[in-house]
């Protein structure tokens, strides 16, 4: 009896740990797909925002659109552009 219930918990103990092992994994690769996401959209010469589309807030605002804002002044005013104006651009 004892020795089923020793096997029973370190087949316990193996799914517990294949499960973690899983979960790590999913995160670390989320985190390697937005870390490349951001270092591609940081690459363009080209200013390049993103607006959420419920809370119409800055999500993302690449190193150009950076660069501009502390050469003119301009920190406050990328917070203030509309989406709508954004939008009408295209």
Same mark, same amino acid.
């Given at each position: ?29 989320? %985190? ?12 363009? %010469? ?27 002044? &301009? *920190? ?7 989406? *709508?104006? &954004?939008?009408?651009? *295209?």
């Amino acid at each position: 009896m004892l020795l089923m219930m020793m096997i029973l918990l370190a087949l316990f103990l193996i799914a517990c740990h294949l499960v973690i092992t899983q979960v790590g994994l999913i995160f670390v690769e989320a %985190e390697i797909l937005h870390i490349g996401n951001e270092q591609l959209l940081n690459n363009f %010469e080209e200013g390049i925002i993103i607006y959420s589309q419920d809370t119409r807030e800055a999500l993302f605002a690449n190193k150009a659109v950076k660069g501009l804002a502390r050469l003119k002044n &301009l *920190d406050d005013s990328i917070q203030n552009v509309s989406y *709508d104006r &954004l939008n009408d651009s *295209d």
